[in-house]
């Protein structure tokens, strides 16, 4: 999965954000510069967070308990980092961009981000990536994915041991 973070979301979507979505954005409005700003900081950062990921997956792989406890704080760093990038994006820019962006910058968005051939966001997997993502799908749990409950988790979703 991390490497598909790596491949898909870090690699393509990202940088298609930074060098077209946000130009874009910027040649229509001045408004959000510095939100837009701080995304394209955020994106600029995420090579590098997920090389420190990877990291110290392959040290609790290689390394094992020990290294536990730090792979999980950073993971779960991650994942409130890319949350909160999400929101920002889907909650202001996305609004913003139905409101200032013209039919030929949406045709030349929807061109650009259609080549990317995401199958997490519904297109069939390309032939060397379709292994990956049968196996990401089988993992992840439903209603995600296919894969059956993580453990220690309710019937409700919420995990047993974290409910403090
Ligand atoms: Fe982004």
Known sequence: MLFYLDE??????HRKESELLFPKLRARTPLSRELLDQLDHDHAQGE??????????????????P???????????YVEFYRMHMALEE????PLAERVLTPQDWADLDDAFTANRDPLTG??????????????V???????????RPAGASAHG??????S
Not at 67 to 77: D, G, P
Request: hydrophobic share 35%; charged share 30%.
């Open 48 to 65: 590098r967070r997920i090389r420190e990921l990877e990291h110290a997956l392959l040290g609790y792989e290689m390394m094992g308990e």
């Open 8 to 13: 898909f979301p870090e690699q393509r979507h």
């Open 138 to 148: 089988n993992l992840v749990p439903a209603p995600i994915g296919l894969g059956g």
């Open 158 to 163: 919420v995990n047993a041991a974290s409910t």
């Open 123 to 136: 297109h069939e997997p390309e032939a060397p990536y379709r292994a990956l993502f049968t196996r990401i």
């Open 91 to 94: 909650q202001q820019i996305l």
């Open 67 to 77: 290294r536990r406890a730090e792979f999980e704080r950073q993971l779960e760093r």
